[in-house]
């Protein structure tokens, strides 16, 4: 069986790539993969940066609802959403620099995977939205938090409860990313500039203000 989480690792930077093209879906059985491979990169003490991507076109679609809906009479589904939010918690509360490359669709769980990041790379074809609405659903996995205080209560409010599409002008513009990047050599790029920062952040392991100043 085809892993749906691979892990690259060069000079220590470990790429996490999300691997069930082309879509890259998160179905229950992402979410437990991930929780596992998450397990191991907290015991790979040599890491020096994370950076999540998609394999192929896109980054990801999202949760794949037909396959984690759940019986909302258990009294266990919010321990599920919990666990989720708590696994991408995690890469958010990493003293290393953790960037997303996105490129294609980001929405849904997707986009509440790379708002854990530090940085989000975007390339010029990426889409970003919170189409839960239209299930009369909302993010579940503690992306709207972030979301607040990454692009402000206003924007994040009208992203959630519209579903609306955002393309990578309107995300920069709102600072929903950082920066929109060439194709060419994308990952190489990130790779280096990962390298490049993650001696300021081995000089404060507190993190309190490196993520703020490369910004």
Known sequence: MTSLIQLDIYD?????????????KMNRAFFEEFKSKTEYIKQYSSKKGIIFL???RHYSSGAELDDLMIDFQKKDYLAVFKENSKTFNYYRQLNIPVISLISGVCIGSGLELALFSHFRFALKNAIFALPEVSFQLIPGCGGIIRLVEIIGYQKTLEMTLTGETINTSEAMQFGLIDKIIPKANHLENIIDFANSIASAYEKDRKNQYIVKYYK
């Open 54 to 56: 998609g394999n192929g």
């Open 12 to 24: 220590n930077i470990i790429c996490i790539k999300l691997n069930d093209p082309p879509a890259n």
